[in-house]
């Protein structure tokens, strides 16, 4: 191996490495934004259960709670729909980060090929 296709292929490897690096903390980020979310899901529920409380009382306490609702939901609907956007674009980068790993995988298979085969 001449020490031009040595340092390409420890460049490629550390590349990869890097690559993979990246892509978990990527998932590791995508995780935490999928506990989020849950956490999120689990605040509506606890709000839906305010509501249903809330229909018990009078018919002033009633509008109070309802506004009260109105407007936390509106907040974690925001949240929501930026965890919503964050997730995905997470996605998308995990999955593009998995399509540049496979790429220098066969960049590295075809390095070994035409190595082999040139010896």
Known sequence: MTPEQEQWLIQAIQELQASQRELQASQRE?????QELRLVQQN???LIQELREGQAMLAQFFREALDRFDERTRAIERRTEAVERRTEALERRTDEMAREMREIRQEIRDLRRDFLERR
């Open 30 to 34: 995508l995780q935490a934004a999928q």
């Open 44 to 46: 509506q529920q606890v």
